[in-house]
């Protein structure tokens, strides 16, 4: 009888059709996939406020590149009234994760998955407090009748007091509201690493956010026709209103108060020779599609928990093992922060 022939595959076919293989294959030689170590985490790099642009809304800027992929992140500011219904002592930020592998359409169930996790991590973090987003002082904006085509004159009264007194307040307060649009450039990667990627690039971005100062133009008069109820004759009115309006003066800019809301690390446990192994940093479509059981901490560098999540897949998770997570998580925090 002829024996069949052998089959041979590359590490990148392997990886696809037998991950679970190609994966104990590189634990028997002390390496992974990546060729990293088992408690080794993929090499970090960081910048901030490059892509600050006041024109555009954007108060603030982060870019986090890992090995193949890069995550760039702004922060943009809108205006809202505040009504009284807001309760809680810190705000949210409203995330929005576009994950760019070539494709285009609506946004895809990973990318509404990691936008609503940040949503509710960065707000349970308490990374930005509701007092810090309120707009204190609002300034105006006085057209020189004498030159209608000079630019207008923009007053504060709190910046002098000596000059300028307040006679009465705005009726209506009103308070910043941040977006973060998060942008993943990448081609291999687990859901896990990009999570951790996002939030630390959102909390970077966020440190170096500078709120603008807020102005209100002077009333402009707009003519409206309307109609009278009774005999449905229609007429001219003229009403006048304020705009609200960011002052672009980079002088003028306020730092954002941004508290501690740690550093995200994933981990991953898997049966190597009937003992639990711990990976740190899952990568690739091996780790992605073979490991089943992780950890997320979150923590920061004096070794204080913000989050803590486990999932139990194809095999328990020892308490060595999260203790082990703890640990690397800490010292993790430790790294990035000196970043």
Known sequence: ?????????????????????????????????????????????????DLTDLAHRVVGSSSVKSGSTTVITTISVSLCEVD?????????????????????????????????????????????????????????????AADPEKPPQIYYPDL?????????????????????????FSKQTTTSSVYDLCYLSILRALQSTKLPRVYVSEAASVTRVVRHRMTTKRGVVSSAAGVLNLDTNQELLVPLPVQDGGVSANFGVVIHKEEPVLLCDLCGEAEEAS?????????????????????????????????????LATTRAKVVSQL
């Open 84 to 144: 009284g219904t807001e309760t809680g002592e810190f705000a949210p930020v409203y995330p929005v994760v576009e994950v760019l592998r070539g494709r285009s359409g609506a946004p895809t169930d990973e990318e509404m998955v990691l936008s609503q996790a940040l949503y509710e991590h960065l707000y349970h973090a308490h990374v930005v407090s509701r007092s810090s987003l309120l707009v204190e002082h609002l300034g105006l904006a006085v057209n020189d």
């Open 291 to 327: 490991v089943t059981s992780r950890i997320s901490v979150t923590s920061n560098p004096e070794g204080r928990l913000k989050r803590v999540s486990i999932i139990a897949g194809d095999c328990a998770i020892p308490l060595p093992k999260l203790k082990q997570a703890i640990e």
């Open 160 to 184: 002098n007091p000596d000059e300028y007194q307040l006679l009465s307040q705005h009726p209506k307060r009103y308070t910043y509201v941040l977006h973060a649009y998060v942008k993943v």
């Open 1 to 49: 009888m002829s024996s069949l022939p052998q089959i041979e595959f590359t590490p990148e076919v392997l990886a696809r059709i037998a991950p679970d293989v190609f994966l104990q294959r590189h634990l028997d030689l002390g390496y992974r996939p990546n060729l990293r170590k088992f408690d080794e985490f993929a090499p970090l790099a960081v910048t901030t406020g």
